[in-house]
Structure formats: structure tokens, C-alpha cells
């Protein structure tokens, strides 16, 4: 049961140290994972079809999410809205990357972050 709780710590941290690296430090940047080779993140909604509003609305979902991720490690009930949340946004990230046919290395961050999610829901 300790283990599982140790891992459940790391993957609370580890989620919301990604989330905050994507939304917040590499928003602008280009990287290997952002779909349809979009140069950015913004860019990365607008190559899915998505309205420039659900970038903002997504983006304020997810940092809240990744807070109460962290702050889950000090009060408990918060990690249970955090993870589901965020399992939530994952799929459906994981969904925008299958419509536009990227290959599966794109969608592997956040399938890995789905993973982790779910594993916070179920332990």
C-alpha cells in the first residue's frame, strides 16, 4: 500500500510538472508531439478545427486540474477531481490527434498522462 501511495504521489507530480511545462513554458514553441506539426500550441487548436476560445477554456481546465494535483499531496479529496479532470482532457487529446491522423508518437505524452489519470482514479 505505501508503494502504491509513493506512485501515486509521482504521478501527481509528474502530470502536473508536464501540464505546467506544455501550458505555461513551451506554449510557443515547436516540439514533436504538437499535432498536424503545428508550431505552436495555439496553433496545434486551430490545426484540429477548434475555436480559438476552446484553447483558452482547455488551457484554464488544465492548469487547474494540475493544481489540484499538487495540492492533492497535502489535501487528499482534491486528487479525484484533478485526475478525473484530467483524464478527461487526455482522451480527448488523445481523440483530436486520431482525427487528424497523427502517428502514434504524437499522442504518446498524453496517452502516458491518461494512464497516469486513470491510474490516480482507480488506486
Known sequence: MVVMSIIATLFQIVIALGIFNVWLLRSSRTTPYRGKDAPSLKSEFAAYGLPEWMYYTVGVLKLSAAVALLLGILIPWLVTPGAALMAVLMLGAVVMHL????????????????????FLLVF
Do not use: G
Open 99 to 118: 482525427q487528424v491522423s497523427d502517428p502514434i508518437s504524437k499522442f504518446v505524452p498524453a496517452s502516458v498522462m491518461l494512464l497516469m489519470s486513470v
